[in-house]
């Protein structure tokens, strides 16, 4: 008999905002260039509205048209040394290993596959260079072409809002490869990772496409805000709510028996037996000639 394949549940998250309280690049790559974030984004936002540009392509550019005009190196490893200062919501330090450990503890000893994936507009780069990047099982964000000299001279990739959602197929289907065509029908039974087995995690309105296709496909997704967050915040996340973009939204605080982490758990605790009940089907004997 061939083993049942679909044991993985997938945890998805954007990164800044979600895992972050502020873009990655506030840490470490804005300071060095000598720019504030609100000068910087103000003069992205600026030169997209007047090119009519990707914004994604506009902010990169004017990372590496800065640090050429003040001669600071960026490269690879300058950028995930930038990416070891990052900064995380409370409890994220040790989020991983107890949501491991919880799964772990109630799957019945049957072996269930918990992994994490970033899915983020930010940057690869920085983000391989963060503390938690271990935990990670794929990282799909924006990232640089280099020159024979180390130095990033044109986008790799680039990962928008509306494009997320190709990463969410790749983990659905188990092509993690970017290399590799993904458009190829699949029947929903050869696929890795079953929708319903996925949570992702949001913090706002870049992340709706996402969500609204986990979402559909009978996923869950959850929208986080800071915890110390404006009315605003707080009022975009009720609008993905009522819009049922998420299943549910609570404050960023990742820290044991938080809102988020309760929640999280009560999530787990129903797809964890939904995937022991599949699985003993699929090893059901058939019963052969009456």
Not at 251 to 271: E, F, H, M, N
């Amino acid at each position: 008999m061939v083993d049942f394949k679909q044991n993985v549940v997938a945890m998805v998250y954007d990164f800044d905002g979600t895992l972050s309280p502020e873009a990655m690049q506030h840490y470490g790559v804005l300071p060095s260039l000598g720019v504030s974030p609100t000068d910087f984004w103000g003069g992205v936002k600026a030169k997209r509205k007047e090119k009519s540009a990707e914004e994604l392509l506009v902010y990169m550019r004017e990372m590496l048209r800065l640090a050429d005009a003040k001669e600071v190196q960026l490269n690879r490893s300058k950028f995930q040394e930038h990416g070891r200062g990052i900064e995380f919501f409370e409890g994220v330090r040790d989020w991983f290993d107890r949501i491991g450990q919880y799964v772990s503890s109630i799957s019945q000893g049957s072996d269930i596959v918990l992994e994490h994936y970033i899915v983020s507009s930010g940057l690869k780069e920085m983000i391989e260079g963060c503390e938690l990047a271990a935990y990670f099982k794929e990282i799909y964000a924006c990232e640089f072409l280099y020159d024979p000299y180390g130095h990033p001279d044109w986008p790799g990739r680039v990962v928008s809002d509306t494009s997320k959602t190709q990463y969410l197929f790749r983990i659905n289907k188990g092509v993690l490869d970017v290399n590799e065509f993904i458009n190829s029908h699949m029947p929903m039974e050869e696929r890795r990772v079953p929708w319903d087995n996925m949570i992702y995690f949001g913090d706002g309105d870049t992340d709706v496409p996402s969500m609204t296709v986990v979402m559909a496909n009978g996923g869950h997704a959850i929208a986080v805000h800071k915890p110390d967050s404006e009315k605003g915040e707080i009022e975009r996340c009720e609008k993905l709510l009522k819009a049922r973009r998420v299943d549910y939204f609570c404050a960023a605080d990742y820290r044991d028996g938080s809102d988020l982490d309760r929640l999280v758990k009560g999530t787990l605790s129903v797809i964890v037996p939904r995937i022991l009940l599949r699985k003993a089907i699929y090893e059901l004997k058939p019963l052969g000639p009456l």
